[in-house]
């Protein structure tokens, strides 16, 4: 009998190793396919949960909703970036709505009604003017919708966005700013910042009839909390006063001083620094001012529904 070639005596254990290896492989692969399903990866924290549409309500400070010092302008706010005309008097901007109350003292979208009209900005929903003398206020709120982000349920933490802009026309045309796609922050514990982006204009130092329009700034502190959860619930929301009262802040350059007593508060340090370049900074903190009662922020609501 012939010998077989040197070349295909080699070449017979490398096939058998081959064919031994393919095996393997598909009997492991069999192995698999054949394993229970395990299901879907099991939520690494339960207690982290989705909310969608949550709310929030906020009527800012009585001195925003009144009258200015100059006869016949009122501190009126409309949803967009106003330009002071009655064209951009509109009630919505993307998930944000602007209301007033009307002559039954119910929030209606401004311009719905004749009681809350372009014509009637100046009055509140009975009609009454409102001056800076009197006892009257405008009635107005702003009402965001459509919020979403998470809550741990466990400890509180939060983290929720809303969309859409509105303005507080501020001295009506002379120092408007607008506010844009709020924030809302809360530690572990309930303590909470609400932030947004914030433009406007300005007046001209020189000539308060020339205007200087002001970038948008990014992260500025709207309002501080100490503990929203004490007047609601982690599920459900909450409505929660503000941390002024008793807040120190350092006045921008050119600004009053800041002064205590009873009324002694202030909006955040970095929501004052921008009023500095808008020219009403001192209307943001105790100043000495007859009209600081008038200045301390107003509760805010925010509320909503767990998602499963």
Known sequence: MSTPPASRRSSRPATRRRLLGA????????????????GP???????????????????????????????????????????GTAATYVPTNGNVTVQKKNAAGSFVPI????????????RDGNGNLVTATNAFFLGQRVRYTGGTGTVNTATGAATIRWSGTFTVNFYGSYAPFWIVDPTLTVDAGGAARL?????????????????????????????EFADVYAGGAIATGWTAPTRYLGSNVTPPAGSPAQVGGVHKGAWPQSFVNFHGQTGTAAY?????????PLKAQE???VHYSLNP
């Open 299 to 301: 509760p805010v609501g």
């Open 41 to 83: 990866a099991p939520n690494p924290d339960p207690s982290l949960r989705s909310v969608s549409n949550a709310v929030l309500e906020w009527t800012i400070s009585r001195e925003a909703d009144n009258a200015s010092l100059a006869p016949g302008i009122v501190n009126y706010w409309s949803a967009g970036r106003s330009d």
């Open 111 to 122: 311009g719905s009604e004749p009681a809350v009209s372009w014509a009637n900005k100046n």
């Open 195 to 223: 932030t947004a982006t914030i433009g406007g204009r300005g007046s001209s130092q020189e000539n308060p009839d020339i205007q200087i329009t002001l970038p948008d700034t990014p992260g500025i502190t709207l309002a």
């Open 23 to 38: 095996a393997a492989i598909a009997v492991a692969m069999a192995a698999v396919a054949c394993a229970p399903d395990p």
């Open 284 to 292: 943001w903190y105790s100043s000495g001012a007859a009209a600081d």
